[in-house]
């Protein structure tokens, strides 16, 4: 019978061959840090985004709190007059919300009103997912980079799933 033979030396490759390895490895690295610092920064600017609105959806002591009653809606606001609920608020004739967080007309819902201007931001749970909801998109979008460019499959499908439940959460509080 043949015996197979097995080398005990290894086998050398040529300098080229290693040079073009490491170069392929090398953009691989490459590769997933972009893709990481792209992931990043879309999460970063979807919290971004969120914060400016769920800052008054959320942190509400020793602001302006009332009742808005939805009056008029035209193009992305609703406007309607605001009255306090208690504290130092002032009695409003018009503040204007947006209309993805606004009830049908002539129902009222609780707002706060951003400091120094008319516009009310929605309070309570409702507000607070709605706040959220560009940080939803980000999550999805970022979830997309991080399975296709970083090949983190199960990492991508929980943020997608977090992104997609933070979405219907903010729908089904609306």
């Known amino acids: 019978m043949a015996r197979s033979s097995t080398r ?6 040529s300098r080229t061959r290693r040079v073009g390895e ?3 490895g090398a ?3 490459v590769r997933v840090a972009v893709m990481g610092l792209l992931a990043l920064l879309l999460l970063v600017a979807g919290a971004w985004t969120s914060w400016h609105t769920a800052q008054y959806a959320m942190l509400v002591k020793a602001r302006e709190r009332g009742t808005m009653t939805v ?7 609703c406007t309607g007059p605001y009255r306090p609920t208690g504290g130092d608020g002032t009695q409003r004739a018009k503040v204007s919300i947006a209309q993805a967080a606004a009830p049908d007309k002539g129902e009222q819902v609780e707002v706060t009103v951003e400091p120094g201007t008319t516009h ?6 409702a507000g607070i997912l709605h706040a959220w909801v560009p940080f939803a998109g ?7 980079v991080v399975a296709g460019g970083m090949r983190l499959r199960r990492t991508a499908w ?3 799933l977090l992104g997609a439940v933070l979405l219907g959460a903010a729908f089904a509080a609306m």
Not at 8 to 13: D, E, F, L, W
Not at 71 to 77: K, M, N, P
Not at 138 to 144: C, K, Q, R, S
């Open 138 to 144: 980000a999550l999805l979008l970022a979830a997309l």
């Open 22 to 24: 490491s170069a392929y």
């Open 71 to 77: 009056s008029a809606c035209a193009g992305e606001r």
């Open 120 to 125: 009310a931001v929605r309070t309570g749970p």
């Open 27 to 29: 953009l691989l690295v």
């Open 8 to 13: 005990t030396r290894p086998v050398r490759r």
């Open 158 to 160: 929980v943020m997608g």
